[in-house]
């Protein structure tokens, strides 16, 4: 039966799929039916990311494979009268396994997972072969037309126990973070173009990556021996990420024309600062976790720019600049999100059912808001099952996130590189919904 079930699942995690959607909640599959409360209750894979001292609440061996479902839409508009611009970036699937072994005192747990993802696309432009056919309905292209980010990793933590109601853990990681970005900018001249000419547009498309970026994550754990309230808290820390790799860039018929020398193209940026601190109340037939998590933006990640070399616009009046950088529409803020989530006990020892809810401050300041990387923030509300047998519990979540449309991205500008013209862009409305399903399977191989 374990063969069985560790091959089923195995199945399911390595189809093929798509890295499209938003990171998910709480690091683990188990955590979407709680609306990401994870803090204290997570005892699994999840733990190594958020937080990692409360792999020592058991001590057997335990095998965990997951799998995310995620769904994301997010709306742009710049007013009631013109037409509503969709994101098509679709569906992902993020995988998780994870093992937790017990050596004498420690617990050691040992984790693959997809810990974050996201992915917004637009109808891109260049499906209209003449500019002059665009009108208003590609107006979003320069606020951006694809952006991408996949965090995948490896981590590895041990918790111990102090005593009968103390324990402190660690987990470090390394990460690939790949970063893709699709937008244009605009190149022409004050008076001889009206700003925004599509005629005047250059498209640029930007791939990179960083094979390797350190993180760690620190926690403790307080489960009273007696008592009913446990606590648990933890700091994450994630390493820059130097991201390489190349640009494709276009001009437009009969406008301004692009001459690369390099596609050579990088972008560094640095991930926040992640403390959470939880609670959660056990009672005989139900639960309570509530949960604070706050991320700490670091420097220099407000505006975020594309490195370049051997790029040279060129005007159709043979006037030319050098582009060595170019504005990333990423941005981050410092940001927050409260979290509860309830478990009651639906069949004594056997199935239990979840909820949730959790309110999130977007991580984009409304001025910088973009098609690409703008991040609403939101409601969440969450449902699932939780069932045990014979060493085997299951999980299933789903959710969704709400968020509450917001007017913004008017700090943005056309980033002309000729200087002459510039202008920011006009206030538009942004606004999103996500779903996300996970599964997990807990096999617990020390069970009788």
Known sequence: ???????????????????????????????????????????????????????????????????????????????????????????????????????????????????????????????????????????????GILG?????????????????????????????????????????????????????????????????????????????????????ASIGWSGRANTTGSVFANGTLMGPTVRMSSTDASLTFRPPITARIGARYLADRFSVEVNGDLWIARAHTHSIVWDLAGLRVVDPSTVSVDLVGVPSRLSQRNHGAVRISGDIELIAGFLWATTGYAYTVGSTTESRLSTSFGNLGGHTVAIGVEGSSSGFTYTLGWSRTWATAKSGGDALTLDNPFGAGDANLKRSTFDATADQLGFLLDIELDSP
């Open 148 to 232: 991408a980010i996949r965090r995948d990793t490896v981590t590895i933590g041990v918790a111990r126990r102090l005593g009968d109601t103390l324990a402190f853990g660690v987990s470090l990681g390394g990460s690939r973070i790949s970063i893709a970005e699709t937008r244009r900018l605009w190149a022409g001249y004050a008076g001889i173009s009206v700003a925004g000419d599509p005629r005047r547009d250059v498209e640029l498309a930007f791939e990179a990556a960083d094979n390797f970026v350190p993180s760690a994550v620190a926690g403790v754990l307080i489960v009273p021996e007696e008592g009913s309230l446990e606590l648990g």
């Open 1 to 143: 039966m374990v063969r069985f079930a560790v091959a089923a699942t195995l199945v399911l995690l390595t189809a093929s799929a798509r890295a499209d959607g938003i990171a998910i909640v709480g690091g683990s599959p188990r955590a979407i039916g709680r609306a990401g409360a994870a803090t204290v209750g997570d005892d699994g894979g999840g733990a190594l990311l958020v937080n990692p001292a409360a792999l020592a609440r058991r001590d057997t061996r335990r095998i965990q494979l997951g799998l995310a479902f995620v769904d994301e839409s997010l709306t742009w508009r710049r007013s009631a009268t013109m037409p509503l611009a969709r994101d098509q970036g679709g569906s992902s699937l993020a995988p998780l396994a994870a093992g937790v072994i017990a050596l004498g005192p420690w617990v050691v747990g040992l984790g693959v997972m997809t810990s974050a993802v996201t992915r917004h696309a637009f109808r891109d432009p260049n499906d209209v072969p003449r500019p002059e056919d665009l009108g208003n309905a590609f107006d979003y292209r320069y606020h």
